[in-house]
């Protein structure tokens, strides 16, 4: 009795280690399938000379956007709203600074 005691628990122990480490390779493979993106919201708004109107719309889209996370839909939609709010010159100036953005882990 003893021994088939200690061989459930082997068993257990064993199966346990098993499934633990396959979750903890698929925790791995989710991390490494990240995609790497570039954060329109981590383009300074500083030199852009925004209006005191614009900047107040943009603080506005930037804490809705930070409220969703950063997902390449919530990107796209931060980048639609910005070209809404800026003039084209602004945009432009924006967009080129987003261009020149490294991309990172998402």
Do not use: W
């Not at 719309?57 to 930070?66: F, W």
């Not at 980048?79 to 003039?87: F, L």
Request: proline share 4%; net charge positive.
């Amino acid at each position: 009795m003893t021994k088939l005691i200690a061989l459930i628990t082997a068993g257990s122990f064993a199966a346990t280690t098993l499934i633990a480490a396959e979750h903890g390779e698929g925790l791995r493979n989710v991390q490494n399938e990240k995609k790497e993106m570039k954060m329109a919201c981590s383009i300074p708004l500083g030199d852009l000379n925004l209006t005191p109107e614009q900047m107040k719309k943009m603080n506005t889209v930037m804490a809705e956007h930070m409220k969703t996370g950063c997902t390449q839909a919530s990107e796209a939609k931060y980048m639609e709203e910005s070209k809404a709010i800026m003039t084209p010159e602004q945009y432009t100036k924006f967009k080129e600074k987003y261009d020149r953005a490294p991309q990172m882990k998402m």
